[in-house]
Structure formats: structure tokens, C-alpha cells
């Protein structure tokens, strides 16, 4: 059963880079058809997805955050890594990294949908001086 | 973009009770709608894909329907464990959540 778990700096200041690793257990990073992703929740509010990545190593940003974010994958060491650049208080978060499996269902033709159906337990991050 | 938006933002009921929630898109995303459930605490949980594919090990009290713009969480008979916060998200193109429904005790 593959588990995932998120590490770094729990404070980073201004102005900074906030650097997250997303260490994966169970399982093969580099086993293909999944999207590894990062979301975060500001205390007391809404989740927001970050972006993802593929095995291939393709990414996707969410448009509001794509001039700051980062997303690579390292499959030597089976994980994948966050990086958000000019952080403000406003970054302030939890930050979740998950994965994004393919699901069909049968009488639809095939096609797939992604679920995130594994996450990690999720790591606080405050931006501050 | 397109703008998720879920409806009520909140919600009480009783153990035993039929609720539903709504989730709109802006504009038509097929079936690509999952529904997730969150404890406060803890990650959230997939409990729908495709807008009405029950997630393994979910109980059948949770439904999922809908298309195109318009989707509805059903959970037939409110458990105590059930008290939580349900968001949609489409995964039609870059993934987007809904803000979120918190379904509390009356």
C-alpha cells in the first residue's frame, strides 16, 4: 500500500523559497498512468491544488500559482518535491502531497478518471519573519 | 478557469437523515467530478470519481450524480462518522475544488 510523507522547513520567511519534499512508500514513483500532486489548506479555509506530476515528468500548475511553482520527481530516490518561490503570508498553509490515480467505469466508453486516492498526512508551513 | 461553486457552505443535520449538496461548474465538464470527505485534522478522503464511481471501501450510503455543470452528493442516511466537510473537484482540466460544504450536528 503505497503511503506518502511530506517533509521540510516549517517556517520560512519572506520573501523566500519554500522547498517540500514528498517521500513515497509502498511503491514506485516511476510505475506510470498516476499524477503526483501537491495541494494545500490555509488554516480554516478551502483546499487549493498546487499542480502535479506525471512519471514522464510533464507538469501542470494551477494559473494563479504557476509564476512561483516548481514540481520535479526524482525517481532514484522515489520522491517528488514542491517549490514555491516569493512566499508571503499568504502561503501560509498545510501543504498535502497526494496521488492522482486513473479510474474507468464500467458502460463509459473507457475513459478515465483521476481521483487523488492517497494522501499524506499533510505538513504545516507558516511563512514569517 | 473553470469556477467551482458548492451549495449549501453549510448544513445541519440529524443522524439518520437524507442530505444532499451541490456542486456547479461553470461551465461543462462531463463526468469529471470527484467528491471528497474531510475530518478536521486530517487529509481528505476520496469517496467519489467520475462523478458517480463509488471509491473502494466506501460505504453505499454516498452517491454521486450528475453532468456536464451540475453534480449532487447524496448521503442517504447520516452516520455520526459522516460529520465532516465535503468538497467537489473537477478534474476535467487543471484540477479545481469547490469550497467547501460542512456538515454539522442539529
Known amino acids: 500500500q503505497v503511503q506518502l510523507q511530506e517533509s521540510g522547513p516549517g517556517l520560512v520567511k519572506p520573501s523566500q523559497t519554500l522547498s517540500l519534499t514528498c517521500s513515497v512508500s509502498?511503491?514506485?514513483?516511476?510505475?506510470?498512468?498516476?499524477?503526483w500532486s501537491w495541494i494545500r489548506q490555509p488554516a480554516g479555509k478551502g483546499l487549493e491544488w498546487i499542480g502535479r506530476?506525471?512519471?514522464?515528468?510533464?507538469?501542470?500548475?494551477n494559473p494563479s500559482l504557476k509564476s512561483r511553482v516548481a514540481i520535479s520527481l526524482d525517481t532514484s530516490r522515489n520522491h517528488f518535491s514542491l517549490r514555491l518561490s516569493s512566499v508571503t503570508a499568504a502561503d501560509t498553509a498545510v501543504y498535502y502531497c497526494a496521488r492522482d490515480s486513473p479510474f474507468t467505469i464500467f458502460g463509459r466508453g473507457g475513459y478515465y478518471y483521476y481521483g487523488t486516492d492517497v494522501w499524506g498526512q499533510g505538513t504545516t508551513v507558516t511563512v514569517s519573519s | 478557469d473553470i469556477q467551482m461553486t458548492q451549495s449549501p457552505s453549510s448544513l445541519s443535520a440529524s443522524v439518520g437523515d437524507r442530505v444532499t449538496i451541490t456542486c456547479r461548474a461553470s461551465?461543462?465538464?462531463?463526468?469529471?467530478l470527484n467528491w471528497y470527505q474531510q475530518k478536521a485534522g486530517r487529509a481528505p478522503k476520496l469517496l467519489i470519481y467520475g462523478a458517480s464511481g463509488l471509491q473502494s471501501g466506501v460505504p453505499s450510503r454516498f452517491r454521486g450524480s450528475g453532468s456536464e455543470t451540475e453534480f449532487t452528493l447524496t448521503i442517504s442516511s447520516l452516520q455520526p462518522e459522516d460529520f465532516a466537510t465535503y468538497y467537489c473537484?473537477?478534474?476535467?482540466?487543471?484540477?479545481?475544488f469547490g469550497q467547501g460544504t460542512k456538515l454539522e450536528i442539529k
Open positions: 473537484q473537477q478534474s476535467y482540466i487543471t484540477p479545481d
Open positions: 461551465q461543462s465538464i462531463s463526468s469529471y
Open positions: 509502498g511503491g514506485s514513483i516511476s510505475s506510470g498512468g498516476y499524477y
Open positions: 506530476i506525471d512519471t514522464s515528468g510533464s507538469t501542470n500548475y
